[in-house]
């Protein structure tokens, strides 16, 4: 992947409008300082460090109560924010469709003459695999059979509308609603770097709003808040990578799925990722992008032409409609009485969405150098959309499909909540079960260890001041902080307690967020006077 931005913003920004960087003074880095080798912003990188360690000390120490904190933290969140998410969420979304339907979506970003650094298929392909990873492997079978049993909105459970409910809720929870999060914030910061060269960082995106205050205590508040959705998102999805690797050995090898069994495998997972953030963007992360997106891809076949092939590809047709149909429904924050499926995924999803938004959004707007605005947001959310509901019609639809046919084996996961087994069970109904479960074994970790480095790389670079090329003991020290974050959670409390993190952290991002819209909505109104 190709590094762009600059201290000078570009010529071409729009015909009646001033580069923001031209009524600043400030420079990338301006306020780094170099200790022991390094380059990090003087009080960003600090005091986000600080900050975690002592969290990870405290939760490490009082292990007990920070799990009953954490348990106890993340219901009451949900059920009390429930209706600030969506609505914050509900908004993303339309947001997103009135600046590609506006004048501002001939916007280009990087300016007027400004050239795709990508093809446009390379780029879709690197749009799946910025906000793909070990979520989906996770969901992908469990959440639609979850809600074909326990169906949403008054629908009758195991009917043949709550098995469509079924997929149509899940791709509900993984599709425009969650790319419109990302979209925001991939879009604020490629164009306020790309047509202002300002830093590639948080802060900049709030330039109109603030000006030159946001170099100052308000910016380093928002990157802070950046750096700690960012860790805490991430660790989530660790703790549930980690959650299904040691279930995989489990199953393959009869490895028990002790406390100590995940803390070695988060250990040892997070010494690859560091590897690969020492071999680079290019020649370590963007390789292990690759290599688990054809992997991925493959299961994906395996399953479809190893399940009812037919009866899958019919239902994504059928699912595409469903989703549109069931959207408006399962948007309503408003007298929901499904308060299960309501406050346990829905509300929970977009926090994690948002926590995960600064580091899905700067991959974004890393690689989206030359495209308009109306382009960019359209591919952001259509075409993510389209995969996801792909894999939940033939991973979810097939896991359905053995259910009617007898075969129970999902279900029992369901029942006895055991999430983690979700995705061997449907193999176990399938042919070659061993060879596939191991070859899927080895997908999560891969999957694993491309979100660890892409973390570490996106939060080194907020705490670097928006420097793109760090120092390596930098990129180190997050890989292996992102690591301790999720064992600390999951000695603290398990999966409930880095669901907590991650509400917690959403919620002030959300905050953020809403701001970075009319922030982003001003900059771009300049551009079309």
């Known amino acids: 992947m190709k590094n762009s931005g600059s201290n000078t913003a570009p010529n071409n920004i729009g015909a009646n409008s001033a580069p923001l960087s031209s009524s600043t003074s400030y420079k990338v880095g301006q306020d780094n300082i170099q200790p022991f080798g390094m380059d990090i912003h003087n009080l960003v990188f600090p005091v986000s460090a600080l900050s975690i360690i002592l969290f990870v000390a405290f939760t490490l120490i009082f292990s007990e109560e920070a799990g009953t904190l954490f348990n106890e933290l993340r219901p009451w969140l949900t059920s009390q924010l429930d209706w600030f998410f969506v609505i914050s969420v509900n908004f993303f979304v339309l947001f997103c469709l009135f600046l590609a339907g506006s004048k501002m979506g001939r916007v280009r970003i990087g300016g007027a003459d400004a050239k795709p650094e990508f093809s446009f298929p390379g780029w879709l392909a690197m749009l799946f695999s910025a906000g793909i990873g070990i979520g989906l492997m996770f969901f992908g079978v469990l959440e639609p059979v979850s809600h074909m049993l326990s169906p949403p909105l008054g629908v009758i459970a195991e009917s043949e509308e709550a098995a469509r409910l079924g997929i149509a809720a899940a791709t509900f929870h993984w599709g425009l609603s969650a790319w419109a999060v990302y979209a925001v914030v991939g879009l604020a910061l490629a164009y306020f770097s790309f047509n202002h060269g300002l830093p590639l960082t948080l802060r900049s995106a709030f330039y109109p709003l603030l000006g030159d205050r946001v ?44 406390a100590i069994v995940k803390v070695v495998l988060i250990l040892i997972i997070t010494a690859i990722a560091i590897c690969s953030v020492v071999a680079g963007l290019d020649k370590g992360v963007k390789r292990l992008s690759e290599i688990n997106m054809i992997m991925a891809v493959l299961l994906l076949l395996f399953v479809l032409f190893a399940g009812p092939t037919l009866d899958t590809l019919s239902k994504f047709v059928v699912g595409l409609g469903d989703y549109l149909y069931y959207s408006v429904p399962l948007s309503n924050p408003v007298g929901r009485e499904d308060t299960g499926f309501y406050h346990g995924w829905t509300t929970f999803y977009w926090a994690w969405w948002i926590a995960w938004s ?38 979810g639809g097939t896991a359905i499909e053995q259910m009617a046919s007898g075969y129970d084996g999902v279900r029992d ?60 003991p930098q990129r180190v020290f997050w890989c292996t902080f992102e690591g301790l974050v999720a064992i600390a959670l999951l000695l603290g409390g398990g999966l409930g307690s880095l669901q907590a993190a991650t509400v917690s952290t959403g919620f002030p991002f959300a905050i953020v967020l809403l701001f970075m819209c009319f922030s982003l909505y001003k900059g771009l109104s300049k551009e079309t006077v």
Request: aromatic content about 12%; glycine content about 8%.
């Open 215 to 258: 170099w100052g205590v308000s910016g380093h508040i928002i990157d802070i808040l950046a750096v700690f959705a960012t860790v805490f998102g991430l660790a989530t999805s660790l703790g549930y990578g980690a959650e299904q690797v040691a279930a995989g050995l489990n199953e393959l090898f009869n490895i028990e799925p002790t």
């Open 413 to 472: 996961v369901v029942n006895n909540w055991t999430p983690e087994l979700a995705l061997y069970r449907l193999l176990d109904g399938l042919p070659m079960s061993f060879i596939v479960s191991f070859i899927s074994l080895i997908l999560i970790v891969i999957f694993f260890v491309t979100s660890s480095d892409s973390g570490s790389l996106v939060i080194d670079t907020i705490t670097a001041g928006g420097v793109l090329n760090p120092p390596v």
């Open 358 to 395: 600064p580091f899905v959004g700067m991959f974004i707007a890393r690689i989206s150098k030359g495209r308009t605005v109306r382009e960019f947001i359209l591919c952001v959310l259509i075409a993510p959309t389209l995969f996801c509901l792909l894999w939940m019609v033939v991973f």
